[in-house]
């Protein structure tokens, strides 16, 4: 990154930072802007009662590279159907688990299957919570860093998002890819903020205060095709940092896109996730990753109706610092 650049974004960091807009203690960071009367309004929206799934299937097969620092989901049984069936003709079998599975199973016909998943909580379709990101030392509201332990964050934590019921609130879609007649936008290409004023131009949406933006560049599909992992990361397009102030003008309460990481991938103007450490860090801004938003965008654009009810809840993890998430829009 230049000097200039850097000084540019350093400069849009200042004018965008939320730190002691809702307290010194605040944890939440633009979810203050889903207030109780928005999201009462967002329910309105859901008006056909259509509900489409917004989230990638946490499988084996997802675009997390093998060798990376990320792996895809692993789904494990604990307990099935074939394990009960040889437990109870093995009596005396096994080990404690067994035991107490006998000794339900002796006491009338109920059977049952148990099942655990492992995962990196920044695989498949997620919300990165404002813990995840930091710069010069401080996260979001002037937290220090050391405030995330390997114990988990002791600020900022996805539990914070959790606990007030969130991400709930009126979602609104601006399908960036259909906007340019294209099934997905090419590889590296930059969405900035006269972009996103072009498209909402063309789909007649307005955009309100804390409204949950979804943005599609098609780039999910990318993945589909072809199952190449790095390819479909270091390819990705997305926004460039410089629509932070956009969003933050508009008073989004959060974004989600249909790619790796909300962002343009390619580093831009050299410098890694800029528009990372100004959402999450300055602003207070959750991001959402790796949505599936192919179903909603041949929805919106059969009925022309772009916006509607999001329920996106995070995960009540203590300390965690993200969250995996199935959100589903609602028309
Ligand atoms: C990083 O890779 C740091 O972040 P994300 O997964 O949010 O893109």
Known sequence: MEASVTEEWRKAGERVRNWGRWGDDDQLGTLNLLTPERIAYAATRAVRGRAIQLGIPFDAYGPQSAGGMRRNPVHLMAIDGGDAELAAQLAGWGGPQEAQVAGMYARGPMRFNDDYVMMPLQAATQWDALSHVYYDGLLYNGYPAASVTSLGATRLGIEQVAERGGVVGRGVLLDVARHHGVDRLAAGTVVGPHDLDAVIAAQGVELRPGDILVIRTGW???????????????????????????????????????????????????????????????MGLPLGEIWDLEALGRDCAEDRVYDFLLCAPALRIPGAVGTPISPVAIK
């Open 220 to 282: 999910w599909t990318r993945f589909l095709e072809t199952r190449r992992q790095s390819e479909w990361f270091s390819g990705s397009p997305g926004l460039s940092w410089r629509c932070a102030e956009w969003l933050h003008e508009h008073e989004i309460a959060a974004v989600a896109l249909d790619n790796p990481a909300v962002e343009v991938m390619r580093p831009e103007d050299g410098v890694m996730l800029p528009l990372h450490m100004l959402t999450l860090r300055d």
